[in-house]
């Protein structure tokens, strides 16, 4: 449901000279129209990224401090994202809920910061491996979505990315059967939990080992909307290609 979307998170990696190189292969590639495309820099490169990428592509933060800014050393508000024209934030993903050990609730409140700011929130979920084999994948997906649900009120900026744990950066990519399992029982959470119209209307869309290879047949699912992709998103030509695979 709604318009196709494509994210590029770079994670922590690049350097100016590889960024401009990536910028470049992104200005010079042949983007199907009807796509959502936005990349996200570590924050230094932002800016860099602002002003070298087509205005096509929109640019994503990968986190941002849960309120307004001040004595808070080493983070970045949203109003300093607004400021350098950075439209979009990445929460929630399984290396900060996982490595750095943010919680739901810490979330949940960031989400709710950023779109008070009008930042638009990449509203991250996934189970890990173990969850998955325990039979929980529901309810750990359920779990963080009601800690979204519980701060958010304005879904009109909002897409869901569900990236399972155990296919992230594993080369073990989710079968198109299994991420339509889970993004129709998020569809399914948020018709009773939120509204009918939220759940028609938003966008889920997919992570976890997308390729160029892979894309068109998870693409081909009814409630994959689209893709956030890491490795190949560091690929100029690869990154196009799964854009491309819009049905
Ligand atoms: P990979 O595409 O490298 O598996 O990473 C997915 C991801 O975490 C995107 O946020």
Redesign the pocket.
């Known amino acids: 449901s709604g318009k196709f979307f494509v994210g590029g998170?770079w994670?922590c990696n690049g350097t100016k000279d590889s960024i401009s190189k990536l910028v470049t292969e992104l200005n010079a590639a042949t983007l199907e129209p009807d796509v959502d495309v936005v990349v996200a820099p570590p924050f230094i490169y932002i800016d860099q990224v602002k002003n070298s990428l087509t205005d096509r592509i929109e640019v994503s933060a990968q986190n941002v401090w849960i309120g307004k800014g001040g004595a808070y050393t080493g983070e970045i508000s949203a109003e300093q994202l607004v400021d350098i024209g950075c439209q979009w934030v990445?929460l929630g993903?399984?290396?900060r809920r996982h490595i750095i050990g943010e919680d739901d609730q810490f979330i949940g409140k960031k989400a709710a910061y950023a779109l008070s700011q009008n930042v638009k929130v990449i509203a991250?979920i996934g189970e890990l491996l173990e969850e998955r084999e325990a039979g929980k994948t529901f309810d750990v997906c359920f779990k963080q979505m009601k800690a979204f649900a519980d701060s958010i009120t304005n879904w009109a900026d909002v897409v869901i990315?569900y990236?399972p744990v155990w296919?992230?950066?594993?080369g073990k990519v989710a079968t198109p059967e299994q991420a339509q399992e889970v993004h129709a029982a998020v569809r399914d959470w948020l018709k009773t939990n939120v509204s009918p119209e939220v759940a028609s209307s938003i966008r889920i869309i997919y992570?976890?080992?997308?390729n160029a290879a892979n894309c068109a047949e998870l693409a081909k699912k009814e409630d994959i909307d689209g893709f956030?992709?890491?490795?190949?998103s560091l690929k100029g030509p690869d990154f196009a290609t799964i854009i491309n695979s819009v049905t």
């Open positions: 998170n994670k990445i993903h399984s290396e991250c990315a990236e296919a992230i950066g594993t992570g976890g080992s997308v956030l992709v890491g490795g190949a």
